[in-house]
């Protein structure tokens, strides 16, 4: 391939977008232990004036962006699938167009 060429391998290209979804997959359920872990703290952190404060804060806001992460590699992971997809459609395409006007 050239300098001004593009290529892209559909199978690879899959196979990457799979691995994602997967990796993000994993974090199923990692946002709500972590909150837990949270609560878990502030329960056992001292009674009266002495109890710790942000616990409840700091929990919801990691859960939040643990979720972020998650649904954002899931995303990343279709779109990079969807990339393949469109990739495959315009080699076809051009193949097709290539056919057509005797081109070879």
């Known amino acids: 391939m050239s300098d001004n060429e593009v290529g892209?391998?559909?199978n690879e290209a899959h196979g990457a977008g799979r691995n994602t979804?997967?990796?993000s997959?994993?974090?199923?359920?990692?946002s709500k232990r972590f909150f837990?872990?949270?609560e878990d703290a502030l329960d056992n952190s001292g009674k009266g004036k002495l109890k710790l404060k942000g616990?409840?804060?700091?929990g919801q806001d990691?859960?939040?962006k643990m979720t972020e992460?998650?649904?954002h590699g899931?995303?990343?992971g279709g779109n990079m699938s969807a990339g393949a997809d469109s990739a495959v459609r315009t080699d076809e395409e051009n193949q097709f167009a290539i056919e057509e006007h005797g081109y070879r």
Do not use: H, L, S
Not at 25 to 30: H, Q, S, Y
Not at 55 to 58: A, C, R
């Open 8 to 10: 892209v391998d559909p």
């Open 21 to 23: 979804i997967e990796i």
């Open 25 to 30: 997959e994993n974090f199923k359920g990692i």
């Open 36 to 38: 837990d872990a949270c």
């Open 55 to 58: 616990f409840d804060e700091f």
């Open 62 to 64: 990691g859960k939040e």
């Open 69 to 71: 992460i998650q649904d």
């Open 74 to 76: 899931t995303q990343m």
